[in-house]
């Protein structure tokens, strides 16, 4: 159900990294962590990778960069417990036992050091520049954050705990089974505030109920739901809410072929549901005509911050991009192809 994910997010609290957590990964057997930095070719190494991968017939999970959604921050290969990231900041991946199922691969030494030596002043300037475009993308979305608790407020705690206990109600049904012990979960993210807009990534497949919550009351009713299944001894997926990561935004089972997905009305939904459930509609009803009035205006003070943060990491990447322009002349990337022929010739070559 999860070929294409973030394990990354731009959140009002900065950059929040689920990297970690692939060590964690019982279907993971090796993990290669990639360093090096910019231009060096470390996503068309991946993106070499991955498609040798599924020409000979292996599924492949792609990790998407959450500020380049066009480039990859790594891949996982279940067939053959194979994990393979950039483990360069901001999501800094480093073994916890080096040698020991996890290593290093180097793409640094394909850089020429010397033609980049007359270049530092301009690097260096480019990764101020760069930098400097996240503090104004936190600010703004810390303020989005700020505002969705306060308007969520105003609808007072026991309306939503009454609208959020019927829906899972309704969602639940009578359908829990027992397990035979606890299952796991693993987080991802299933959206991101990126250079590209706000973006959300749909579930290959599978049978997917949405649950429109512009006022991000659901969160709780999904931990409860990924709770029960864990208990039942069911493995959980569970996608994070890069507005508010220490919520849930999504519970999937792919044991099953079925999930719940919170939908952000500022975000794209789903590509294809089969259920809706819609929280927004239960939460207003009845709510005062002066409530929902100033509730409007903070949801339109959220959308103008959204897209201020939006536009900064448009320049962000802008000047990302220029890095990379500035080292890519002096990448050899004759050896960095070299090094992708062997470890694809290593990994899929039949012994």
């Given at each position: 159900m999860t070929d294409t994910y973030f394990l990354g997010a731009n959140t009002p609290?900065?950059?929040r990294s689920e990297y970690d957590t692939l060590q964690k990964d019982p279907r993971i057997r090796r993990l290669l962590i990639l360093k090096g930095g910019s231009g060096c070719g470390k996503s068309t190494l991946m993106k070499t990778v991955a498609a040798r991968a599924e020409e000979t017939g292996r599924r492949v999970e792609r990790i998407l960069c959450s500020s380049d959604p066009d480039s990859l921050d790594g891949l996982l290969i279940p067939e053959i417990g194979l994990a393979l990231v950039d483990g360069t900041a901001p999501h800094v991946v480093e073994p916890a036992l080096c040698g020991c199922g996890a290593n290093y691969l180097n793409l640094g030494r394909c850089y020429r050091e010397a033609e980049l030596r007359p270049l530092i002043p301009a690097i260096r300037a480019a990764k101020a520049a760069n930098t400097a475009c996240y503090g104004p993308v936190s600010g703004c979305l810390h303020a989005v954050s700020d505002l969705a608790k306060a308007r969520r407020q105003l609808l007072g705690r026991e309306r939503v705990l009454a609208v959020t206990k019927k829906a899972l109600g309704q969602i639940l049904d009578g359908e829990l089974p027992q397990g035979n012990g606890p299952g796991t979960v693993r987080r991802i993210y299933l959206s991101g505030i990126?250079?590209?807009?706000?973006?959300?990534?749909s579930p290959a497949e599978g049978r997917i109920w949405t649950i429109l919550d512009?006022?991000?009351a659901g969160s709780g009713l999904l931990r409860t739901l990924a709770d029960r299944w864990i208990e039942a001894g069911e493995n959980v997926v569970l996608a994070m809410d890069p507005l508010d990561p220490d919520a849930a935004a999504g519970v999937l089972l792919p044991n099953r072929g079925q999930g719940w997905l919170r939908v952000h009305p500022d975000f794209p939904g789903p590509k294809h549901a089969m259920l809706r459930l819609d929280l927004d509609t239960a939460l207003e009803d009845g709510l005062p005509?002066?409530?929902?009035?100033?509730a409007r205006e903070m949801r339109n003070l959220e959308r103008s911050l959204l897209r201020q943060a939006v536009s900064w990491l448009r320049q962000a990447k802008d000047h990302h991009d220029l890095i990379e322009e500035l080292y890519r002349p002096a990448v050899d990337f004759a050896a960095v192809t070299r090094e992708t022929e062997l470890l694809c010739r290593e990994l899929f070559t039949e012994p």
């Open positions: 609290e900065g950059f990126t250079p590209k807009g706000l973006l959300s990534i512009s006022w991000g005509d002066a409530i929902a009035d100033k």
